[in-house]
Every structure is written in structure tokens, then in C-alpha cells.
């Protein structure tokens, strides 16, 4: 499998040689450098962590110090392979350790799926939160028309208790999100940019991680 963190940049639109246009997400993703591979024997799972995001030696801790084998990194991530069985021969596929994975490891047209921590969008109301189409706009209502509406709270279907699970405003992304079935459009490993297709989720510098 290919795996890589990255940081979220802009968006730009990639012209491919027939003459049709995609929208794409520049991904700048420096070289990553495996520091821990996990065993079903020692750790209960195989998998393989990486280390990204170079950063002053004085902002980690020793232990992370340590563990990077003397380098400073900002953001360790694993991944878990999808025939991950106990016991199995998954680990013969991950690299060593101290290996660096750069964006040569993608290629053009490959699938991958993107996860990242969406924008942040605070205390938002049922209408942007969960898509309710409000009160009517005609006569006689006044300051109703981005209300929720009845919430059953008295004698309705849940004997007079709000039910669990009603949709009802409160706090509005910062969620991992996934994005499956995006294409690499472009590698340019001289920038350590991936052009993927679409939009990603996040804002610009957000940590991203990219799975073949």
C-alpha cells in the first residue's frame, strides 16, 4: 500500500492533452521517513508508522526525539494494511526502518483517499448544520423562519423526552473526514507536490494523509 502525510495548499485547475479540465488540490508533501514498523507478534497488529513535518529540535520532547532516531518531527501517523490478519505475512510488504517515502511513490491516475480534519464552523444553526428547510415565509410568522421546529418533547413519540439522536443545533465540523476515489493527476517531485482531483478536506495547512 502507499501512504504519505502531507499539507493541504491550494487549488488550481490541471489541463490534461485531450483538452478537458479537472479541478485539483495541490497536496505538498515533503518526504516522509518510516520510523516504526508493528508486528502481530509484539505489538497485537501490523503496521507501519511514519514520520513527517520537520520542525526545531527544542519543540519535541525527548521521547519523540528518541524515537525519530534523532530527528525532529511534528506528525507521526500509521497505517494499517487491509488484509491486516494476526499473525499473517502483511509486514513482509513495509519497508524498513529509517526508509524515506517521497511523492515518486504515487504515480499518475492512481486512486487514493484522502483523510483530514475538516474546516471548523462552529455553534451553527439546524438550517447549515443538518439541511432543515425552515418555517414558511408568509404572513403571520415572525422571527421563525430558520427555527427547528417541534422537538416531541411533550407526550410525543418518546413519552414526553426529547429522543435521543434528534437533529437539533449545536457545534459544526473540525470531524475527521474521509474522501474515497480521488485520482493523482500530476507528481511533481521536485516541488513534493501530488495534484489530486477534487476537493480535500481542510483548510491550507492542514495535515492530510494519503493512502493508495
Partial sequence: ?????????????????????????????TPNIVTQIKTAEKEGYAAMQVGAGDTKEKRVNKAQFGHAKGKALQHFREL??????RGG?????????????DVSTFAVGDQVTV?????????QGVIKRHGFHGGPRSHGQKHSERSPGSIGGSGGRAGGRV???????????SDRVSVRNLKVLQVLPETNELLISGAVPGRKGTLVEIRG
Fill in 115 to 123: 483523510s483530514a480534519i475538516s474546516k471548523g464552523k462552529g455553534f
Fill in 80 to 85: 494499517r494494511p487491509r488484509a491486516a490478519t
Fill in 163 to 173: 429522543a435521543k439522536g434528534m437533529r437539533m443545533a449545536g457545534r459544526m465540523g
Fill in 1 to 29: 500500500m502507499k501512504f504519505i502525510l502531507g499539507t493541504k495548499g491550494k487549488m488550481t485547475t490541471v489541463f490534461t492533452e485531450d483538452g478537458r479540465s479537472f479541478a485539483a488540490t495541490v497536496v505538498v508533501a
Fill in 89 to 101: 505475512e502483511v509486514e513482509a510488504a513495509f519497508p524498513e526502518v529509517g526508509s524515506v517515502v
